[in-house]
């Protein structure tokens, strides 16, 4: 999604803002440029495609000065060009960026046509920009230009702007988009990420929806939502600069899959005393609320969606708790009927997704009175809106394929089930069971990491394949979805995956030698309905691969590719299961030649619908 940074200092911005779109750039983006202000004139550079073509592009043609604005864009109104990129600027008077979608763009640009304005760009920001210009005209200063024009904007955003009619002042807002501001020594910065700033500060203000900012060297204001002054706390990241560097590794895909056992076990670190989970570790009223729900609706997008998938198993089977999940973006735009005492359990890394947000909210107007985020961002939207949360302890994810965040939105969900459990069908010595197998996690991801190698050869066969199959059971077909998401996104190849026992209703007809079909076989219950279901590839002359938990024998058959997995315990394997996915795609993904960390047109965090 698109990148937000901006400046006010007493040095040359110009490689702050560089440095910082360098570290936004694993949000996903098609271009990128930047502004600033000097000598009462804006100067501007863009450009099509990497970071390090604008970088180029300065080199060649510099420019500085102390405060400035740069982007970097995902495309949604208008192709990616030049001409489409940010910052957009009005008479060289005002320029903007923007993170967001103003819904009303259309109407707005209808009558900035109207009255004289000229559309450089096929983008919704350039309606800001006109309309900042035009209330110039009419108030004192661009604080308040800016505080006329949001009035008139439908739909989400968050704001840098400036003008020449304030050479130093930088304004800053954000209605349902993410933006911070990093407070440095005599210099202030904002970012619609921590990380984007980090090598200039570790002190972050958080703005509110609503919040308007008025940033010079001498001061920063404050404005919530009800135009009054107000003082938001200044947080210190605990991340540093080089929480989001590869070091030794290819990408950072490879870097966050090779992280997961420590991840796991940030997820399980002082939440356990005696080996017994403290509900205190969710929230300090996590226990009144827990012992007055009585089901679980779950809302969450894209891979946090197949978490919640798994969980769902986990809630009934393990927990005997009704449970519910939706795609957030389809729960908002249907009649949802909740349950009396639901609890809503919203999924996001970010925290920031619009899609779930927006859920979260209808929720609420529903009259859901219980609400809990499993989340990454501990300063996120989502985080702020609900009323429990559970941090999954992941740490910086830069790959746009989620990896480390999914697997410890899985653990994280295993303790949600334990907490809950308790009040309905969980038994002690089920609790004592689930909690020993979290805890051997790390060591059993580590052991199926050692598969790399046998993985990285078993790719090959996709090198020139255009389709593939997954099919999983139980707990085992969202890890099969995830699967098929993960090839997709990074190796451009159609795959999709289906429940085992769905073959014979259609997917069988797409069987032949060059349907790659892959299978999650773990020891457990429906082991032997799944047998059947290999069989049923194979005697059509589809070439299985089939990932097996490694105290299981297997006939021979030539058209089947075994590799072992670890033995693992049931409830947790899903979990382990995961790890020789996501090595299949990224290996697929380098015989590809495909850009790994940041594939075509996705975004990594999706902050707007």
Known sequence: MCGIVGGVAQRNVVPILLEGLKRLEYRGYDSAGLAVINDQKIYRKRELGKVNGLEALLETD???????????????????????????ICRNKVAVVHNGII???????????????????????????????????????????????????????????????????????????????????????????????????????????????????????????????????????????????????????LKEIYEQPFAISQVLEGRFINNRLQESSIGHNAAEIFDNIKAIQILACGTSYHAGLVARYWFEKLAGVPCNIEVASEFRYRSPVLAADTLIVTISQSGETADTLAALQEAKKLGAKYSLAICNVPESSLVRESDLILMTRAGPEIGVASTKAFTTQLATLMLLVIAVGRRFHLTEKLEQKITSELFSLPGQIEKVLQLDDEIKVLAEQFAEKQHALFLGRGTHYPIAMEGALKLKEISYIHAEAYPAGELKHGPLALIDADMPVVTIAPNNNLLEKLKSNIQEVSARGGQLIVFMDETLVSANDENVQIVKIPQVENEVAPIVYTIPLQLLSYHVAILKGTDVDQPRNLAKSVTVE
């Open 62 to 88: 510099p420019i500085s000065g102390n405060i400035g604005i740069a982007h970097t864009r995902w495309a949604t109104h208008g192709k990616p060009s030049i001409e489409n990129a940010h910052p957009h």
């Open 103 to 253: 819904e009303n763009h259309e109407q707005l640009r209808k009558t900035q046509i109207e009255n004289g304005y000229e559309f450089d760009s096929q983008t919704d920001t350039e309606v800001i920009v006109h309309e900042i210009y035009h209330a110039l005209d009419s108030t004192d200063g661009l604080l308040n230009a800016v505080k006329q024009t949001v009035k008139n904007l439908d739909g989400a955003y968050a704001l840098g702007v400036m003008s020449i009619e304030d050479p130093d002042t930088l304004v800053a807002c954000r209605k349902g988009s993410p933006l911070v501001i990093g407070v440095g020594i005599g210099e202030y910065f904002i970012a619609s990420d921590v990380a984007a700033l980090l090598p200039v500060t570790q002190r972050f203000i958080f703005l509110e929806d609503g919040d308007i900012a008025k940033i010079t060297l001498d001061e920063l204001v404050i404005y919530d939502v009800n135009d009054q002054v107000v003082t938001r706390p200044i947080k210190e990241s605990l991340l540093k600069a080089d929480s989001v560097d590869k070091g030794n590794y290819r990408h950072y895909m």
